[in-house]
Every structure is written in structure tokens, then in C-alpha cells.
Nanobody, 119 residues
Framework: QVQLVESGGGLVQAGDSLRLSCAAS????????MGWFRQAPGKEREFVAA????????YYADSVKGRFTISRDNAKNTVYLQMNSLKPEDTAVYYC????????????WGQGTQVTVSS
């Protein structure tokens, strides 16, 4: 089994930054691609960013491109989401997820961390 635990969420003002972390356990972390998703109240969960096993390839939703950066530290079994220039529309619960076979279909999910951006 895999456990994913997110942290780093909070209440910030528009324009501020936050860094989310997701610590993984239970599998060889470096063998799997990882992703971040978010879900705002009343909306469906949406893709935010993804990173390959080595960290050499990254992918972003258009809504966060240029503001968010996904990275990973395989020695620490952790994936990060650096969020800069936050906007009120970034308010959501943020989830990390693990992709077992590298097809952008995610098999394991964390419990989520709340990010609230006030205007």
C-alpha cells in the first residue's frame, strides 16, 4: 500500500506564496510519476501539475503555468508544489497523487490540504 500525506496548506492573501509538500511511503517513490490536483467547493477535481519519476519532465495546467512549480526529492520521498502569485481562484483542497504506470492515471491519493487565498 501507498500512503501520501500532504502538508503546507493555509490561509494567505492574494499575491502571497505557499509551498505544499507530499510525503510518500509504502513503495519505491522514485519509480513513480506524481501529480497535484485541486478541488474547489462545488467544482470537480482538476489537474494542477505532474512530474516524471526522475523530475526531468513537468506538466502544468494553463491556469497555473508560470506561477506554480512542481518538484520532487526522491531521497526524501517527497513531492512539492511551490505556489507563487496566488489568486483567490486558487482556493481549493489540494491533493497529491501517485501514478503507478506513468499514464497520467492516478492510483493513490492523499487526504488533501486546504489552501485559501483571500482577496
Amino acid at each position: 500500500q501507498v500512503q501520501l500525506v500532504e502538508s503546507g496548506g493555509g490561509l494567505v492573501q492574494a499575491g502571497d506564496s505557499l509551498r505544499l509538500s507530499c510525503a510518500a511511503s509504502g513503495r519505491t517513490f522514485s519509480s513513480y510519476a506524481m501529480g497535484w490536483f485541486r478541488q474547489a467547493p462545488g467544482k470537480e477535481r482538476e489537474f494542477v501539475a505532474a512530474i516524471s519519476r526522475s523530475g526531468g519532465s513537468t506538466y502544468y495546467a494553463d491556469s497555473v503555468k508560470g506561477r506554480f512549480t512542481i518538484s520532487r526529492d526522491n531521497a526524501k520521498n517527497t513531492v512539492y508544489l511551490q505556489m507563487n502569485s496566488l489568486k483567490p481562484e486558487d482556493t481549493a483542497v489540494y491533493y497529491c497523487a501517485l501514478d503507478l504506470i506513468g499514464t497520467f492515471k492516478y492510483d493513490y491519493w492523499g487526504q488533501g490540504t486546504q489552501v485559501t487565498v483571500s482577496s
